[in-house]
């Protein structure tokens, strides 16, 4: 794959900007108003997360919890189809249930819960995510997070009235970023092979890798996503495609990298996205060749439909 990124390379030495998430929470949109409630049970992602996803997921009712030995077993209805599992439980924990919420006191007395994808994740079933729009937020020095952003929504809200599909519910799929790699390549068969400008040519792309600001990589990953996944609702508001800061873009624009990759790749997850243009998979790559000027302006280009 990363070869065929560099097809058309003009230069020895080609540099292609990677991008990669490394954790995620998903959660209703109505647990946005909620988080401080609830981070601790979503690891703290929404606290650190800038880029988000919101998408249909299938109805997902929980039948029956029961607990035997150290095990919960669980049956639950996940789009209409029933599905059971197990869970392990903490050693010296207990069940217990709240007005239909199960939670698990721990021998020290916390509260836990494990979370929906959890349940799903043990009865072996996937869970399928349809991705409808994908936005960012970062702020200042990354004060303004995805949550943030998300409480004063007008697209989520227009989403909602809308309503989700039959059989299906809205969800939220927070997104928090790794730093960026640089994937270097030496191609022989270039038309230009000279050494000082091959030297040159890496030393700028580190350079321009780690003089890249979270403010761009958080740009540049969603740019990405949205030209992969072409969300229903980034093209028909036409002002949010790409939704991103265009400012902050047009600076990425200028950095030469032959190509950007993106990668939504997380291991052990029931997660599948996809859209009306993506098939549904757990991991998804987007990769752009930014070689030819064209290519360029139609990625970094927010006026230009696909």
């Not at 003089?211 to 969603?222: D, F, I, K, P, T």
Request: aromatic share 10%; proline share 4%.
């Amino acid at each position: 794959m990363i070869d065929d990124l560099f097809l058309g390379a003009a230069f020895g030495v080609e540099n292609a900007v990677g991008m990669y998430a490394y954790s995620y929470a998903v959660l209703p949109p109505e647990v946005i108003y909620e988080l401080e409630e609830y981070d601790d049970y979503l690891n703290g992602v929404p606290s650190r997360s800038h880029i988000y996803f919101i998408g249909e997921t299938p109805r997902v009712v929980m039948r029956s919890v029961a607990r035997a030995g150290n095990t919960l077993l669980v049956v639950m209805d996940i789009g209409g189809t029933e599905a059971t599992g197990t869970l392990e439980m903490p050693t010296g924990s207990a069940l217990h249930m709240d007005e239909q919420y199960y939670y698990i006191i721990d021998k020290d007395g916390r509260k836990t819960a494990p979370s929906t994808e959890q349940l799903i994740a043990c009865t072996g079933h996937p869970l399928p995510f349809k991705v409808l729009y994908i936005g960012q937020a970062y702020g200042t020095d990354g004060s303004r997070t995805a949550a943030d952003r998300l409480l004063k929504h007008e697209k989520l809200q227009e989403i909602a009235i809308r309503g989700p599909s039959e059989g299906c519910q809205l969800s939220i799929l927070m997104v928090e970023l790794a730093s960026n790699q640089l994937i270097t390549q030496l191609n022989p068969f270039a038309d230009e092979q000279d050494e000082k400008i091959s030297d040159d040519r890496i030393s700028k792309g580190l350079d321009q890798l780690f003089g890249m600001s979270m403010a761009e990589r958080v740009s540049l990953y969603e740019a990405a996503m949205i030209r992969y996944f072409l969300p229903k609702y980034n093209i028909e508001f036409k002002k949010s495609f790409p939704s991103t800061n265009l400012k902050i873009l047009n600076g990425v624009y200028d950095k030469d990298f032959s190509a950007v990759i993106a990668e939504y790749v997380m291991d052990e997850s029931c997660i599948q996205l996809f859209s009306d243009n993506v098939e549904m998979t757990d991991a998804h790559i987007a990769h752009f060749d930014l070689h030819k000027t064209r290519d360029r302006h139609f990625f970094f280009s927010s006026n230009q439909q696909p």
